[in-house]
C-alpha cells in the first residue's frame, strides 16, 4: 500500500525557515517524482514544484523559486521542502503528492507563521 | 499562466441524483507529446485531495463508475451519478501539460 506519511505541524517565526518531510513507503522511491502543493486558510490548491528523487533535479513554480527548497533522501525514501524567509503569508497547509498525476497525498502538513 | 476555471463555485445535489461540473482552461490543454493532462480530484471535509479522473477520462484506481470525465482542448466536464454522501467535499481540476501546473478555484458539491 502505498502511503506518504509527513511530519507534524510547525510554527516558525517571520523571517525563519522550517523544513517539513514527507516518508513514503509501498513503492519505490526513485520510480516516481514527487510534488508539493500549497493550501492556504480556506484557499485552493497551488503547485510549489517537483522532485525527481532518484536525480535530485527539481522543478519550481516562478513564484516559489525563492521560497521553496526541494530535497529527497533515497536511504530513507523521504522527501522534504524548506520554506525560507517566512512571511505570513507562508501560513498554509502544505501537501506532498506522488507523480505528475498526484494519485497519492500526504496528509499535509500546518505551517503557522507567527511571532 | 494557464487559467482553470470552475463553474458552478458551488453545487447542491439530492442523494440519489446526478450532478456536473465545467472546467475550462484559457490555453488548450493538448500536450506536444498528444496526451491532455487535466485531472479531477475530490477534497472532503478535513482531508488531502484524491485522485479521481486522470488525462481526462480515465477513472484512478478504485474510483466508483459514478464518476466520469469528458472534455478536449480547453472545456472538460466531470459527472457525478447517483451521488453518495461520500461524494461530498470540494473539487478540483488540475492541468498538468503547461508550466507552471495550476488548479482550478474549486466547486463545493453539498447537499440539497
Known amino acids: 500500500e502505498v502511503q506518504l506519511q509527513q511530519s507534524g505541524p510547525e510554527v516558525g517565526r517571520p523571517g525563519s525557515s522550517v523544513k517539513i518531510s514527507c516518508k513514503a513507503s509501498g513503492y519505490t522511491f526513485t520510480d516516481y517524482v514527487m510534488n508539493w502543493v500549497k493550501q492556504s486558510p480556506g484557499q485552493g490548491l497551488e503547485w510549489i514544484g517537483w522532485?525527481?528523487?532518484?536525480?535530485?533535479?527539481?522543478d519550481y513554480a516562478e513564484k516559489f523559486k525563492k521560497k521553496a527548497t526541494l530535497t529527497a533522501d533515497t536511504s530513507s525514501n523521504t522527501a522534504y521542502i524548506q520554506l525560507s524567509s517566512l512571511t505570513s503569508e507562508d501560513t498554509a497547509t502544505y501537501f506532498c503528492?506522488?507523480?505528475?498525476?498526484?494519485?497519492?497525498w500526504g496528509q499535509g502538513v500546518m505551517v503557522t507563521v507567527s511571532s | 499562466d494557464v487559467v482553470m476555471t470552475q463553474t458552478p463555485v458551488s453545487l447542491s445535489v439530492s442523494l440519489g441524483g446526478q450532478t456536473s461540473i465545467s472546467c475550462r482552461s484559457s490555453q488548450s490543454l493538448v500536450h506536444s507529446d498528444g496526451n491532455t493532462y487535466l485531472y479531477w480530484y475530490l477534497q472532503k471535509p478535513g482531508q488531502s485531495p484524491q485522485l479521481l479522473i486522470y488525462k481526462v477520462s480515465n477513472r484512478f484506481s478504485g474510483v466508483p463508475d459514478r464518476f466520469s470525465g469528458s472534455g478536449s482542448g480547453t472545456d472538460f466536464t466531470l459527472k457525478i451519478s447517483r451521488v453518495e454522501p461520500e461524494d461530498l467535499g470540494v473539487y478540483y481540476c488540475y492541468q498538468g501539460t503547461h508550466y507552471p501546473n495550476t488548479f482550478g478555484a474549486g466547486t463545493k458539491l453539498e447537499l440539497k
Open positions: 522532485i525527481d528523487p532518484e536525480y535530485g533535479s527539481t
Open positions: 503528492a506522488r507523480r505528475g498525476s498526484f494519485d497519492y
